[in-house]
């Protein structure tokens, strides 16, 4: 189902045909009207991403689908959680957006994080609206994002579920996100996020909690096929709710990356994990939890 969902956009590529206008004066067919359009998600530069048109009413109001793969550390530049930046991943995703009005839009994405060397994948979904002035845009949506982890997989083994902000007993976890652009002209701008949300860990877990909460606040500029982006984001127990840790425990960390999009259709990522963290972990079968280590990473994505 999770797949089928993610090829979705795939399968209506005959609609494109289709396209045309149902009323109003204007012979401009959806696909001219797409490509004016802005992103749906604000704050979000779309790199390899394709949209679909299609259909569009007497009013204006334009219905679209949108696909886009990209690898799994130029996914995570903004990004509320984090993955190990050394495990070869990638991001693959899928949103139907709707013009609510001329600057308004609302989209319902699905998105799958997958590795080339380990499972289980992580599948998130998102939620949300955006308001596109020309310069300036702005867009709050909710998402979520879980891992159906196999009881089989030995606990005690690394590697046996996915990292997630270091955390190797990940379950799932629910975020706000808010996010903001602003463009600079000739192909540059700033982009500004934030997020609150919640992390759920799997029974039994090593740090002897349910639930941790999360908060992150992201910088990002772009200029041509270059970006970068510095995130921070904190962790600490749910608030008021006994466990094996007290509720003034934190955790915080500091990720940069840098993105070169190339000519050819591929991009070369390269940045850190953890450039400054605090927060004492604690030691663990697997070792420390949660993994605040410093990890450079390299990675090269091509798309085929």
């Known amino acids: 189902m999770r797949?089928?969902?993610l090829t979705l956009p795939l399968l209506l590529l005959p609609l494109v045909a289709a396209g045309q206008s149902l009323g109003g004066s204007s012979s401009q067919t959806i696909g001219d009207s797409l490509l004016q359009a802005p992103p749906a998600q604000a704050g979000v530069r779309s790199t390899d991403a394709s949209a679909v048109p299609l259909w569009r009413g007497a009013n204006g109001h334009v219905l679209s689908v949108q696909s886009s793969a990209v690898d799994a550390s130029e996914a995570e530049q903004g990004s509320p959680l984090s993955f190990r930046g050394v495990d070869a991943g990638t991001v693959a995703s899928s949103s139907l957006n709707y013009g609510l009005a001329p600057h308004l839009t609302a989209h319902a994405g699905v998105s799958e994080h997958s590795?080339?060397?380990r499972a289980p994948r992580v599948v998130g979904s998102e939620v949300g609206a955006s308001y596109n002035a020309g310069r300036y845009s702005v867009g709050l949506s909710?998402?979520?994002?879980?891992?159906?982890?196999?009881?089989?997989?030995?606990r005690v083994?690394?590697?046996?579920?996915?990292?997630?902000?270091?955390?190797?007993?990940?379950?799932s976890s629910t975020q706000?996100?808010?996010?903001?652009?602003?463009?600079?002209g000739?192909?540059?701008?700033?982009?500004?996020?934030?997020s609150v949300g919640r992390i759920r860990l799997l029974p039994g877990n090593?740090?002897?909690?349910?639930?941790?909460?999360q908060k992150a606040l992201s910088f990002g500029v772009d200029h041509g096929s270059i970006s970068?982006?510095?995130?921070?984001?904190?962790m600490q127990p749910e608030a008021g709710v006994p466990g094996a840790l007290s509720g003034d425990h934190r955790w915080s960390s500091i990720d940069l990356g840098v993105t070169w999009h190339l000519p050819w259709q591929g991009s070369l990522s390269f940045g850190a994990q953890n450039v400054w963290s605090s927060g004492n972990a604690a030691n663990t079968p697997v070792g420390p939890e949660p993994d605040q280590s410093r990890t450079p990473y390299v990675q090269y994505h091509q798309d085929l």
């Open 3 to 5: 797949r089928l969902l």
């Open 115 to 117: 590795w080339a060397n």
């Open 142 to 154: 909710v998402g979520t994002n879980g891992t159906s982890n196999s009881p089989t997989l030995p």
């Open 157 to 171: 083994l690394p590697g046996a579920t996915p990292s997630v902000n270091g955390l190797s007993d990940f379950d």
């Open 176 to 184: 706000f996100n808010a996010r903001g652009r602003m463009s600079l």
């Open 186 to 194: 000739s192909g540059s701008g700033i982009d500004i996020g934030a």
């Open 206 to 213: 090593a740090l002897g909690l349910n639930t941790l909460d």
């Open 228 to 234: 970068g982006n510095i995130i921070g984001r904190v």
